[in-house]
């Protein structure tokens, strides 16, 4: 039996490697995976998701992220919760002690206490500061 040269080897090895990947890219296209990630729209779309978390939270007002990634959302009694894009669906927490937050010109950083929440940091533009100075009352 005759050894093949081992340019043909590496050439062989290099198809099905593409191969494999284009077979990969056809099934996530065709199960629709990556699509549907949605953004929080504006302030409704903010407090309606912050009642999907947490019933009964009645949102009165929310600070929106410019790029719609994540929303600080207060009820009528001053609590916030922490509305954020996770994967394609949003997770919320309660902002409190646990929280970290650092305000950096216009982007707001916050860090939970939860490894499994994270961190993440929103873009308010003009309004970061206030919003910074309304979390003192619960972080």
Same mark, same amino acid.
């Given at each position: 039996m005759a050894?093949?040269?081992?340019?043909?080897?590496?050439?062989?090895?290099?198809?099905?490697?593409?191969?494999?990947?284009? !077979?990969? +890219?056809?099934?996530?296209?065709?199960?629709?995976?990556?699509?549907?990630?949605?953004?929080?729209? #504006?302030?409704?779309? !903010?407090? &309606?998701? +912050?009642?999907?978390?947490?019933?009964g939270f009645?949102? %009165?007002?929310? #600070?929106? #992220?410019? &790029?719609?990634?994540? +929303?600080?959302?207060?009820?009528?009694?001053?609590?916030?919760?922490?509305?954020?894009?996770?994967?394609?669906?949003?997770?919320?927490?309660?902002?409190d002690a646990?929280?970290? !937050?650092?305000?950096?010109?216009?982007?707001?950083?916050?860090?939970?206490?939860?490894? !499994?929440?994270?961190?993440?940091?929103? #873009?308010?533009?003009?309004?970061?500061?206030?919003?910074?100075?309304?979390?003192?009352? %619960?972080?």
């Amino acid at each position: 039996m005759a050894t093949l040269p081992g340019w043909v080897m590496l050439v062989v090895k290099f198809g099905g490697s593409l191969l494999a990947i284009f !077979a990969i +890219a056809w099934l996530v296209k065709r199960m629709g995976l990556g699509k549907g990630y949605e953004r929080i729209r #504006d302030e409704e779309h !903010a407090i &309606a998701l +912050a009642e999907e978390a947490e019933f009964g939270f009645g949102g %009165v007002a929310a #600070d929106v #992220d410019a &790029a719609g990634y994540g +929303a600080i959302v207060r009820n009528a009694t001053g609590v916030m919760l922490l509305v954020r894009a996770h994967g394609n669906r949003f997770a919320a927490r309660r902002i409190d002690a646990g929280f970290t !937050a650092r305000l950096d010109r216009n982007r707001l950083w916050l860090q939970s206490g939860e490894r !499994a929440f994270g961190s993440v940091e929103l #873009d308010f533009g003009g309004r970061a500061s206030v919003i910074a100075s309304r979390l003192r009352t %619960v972080i």
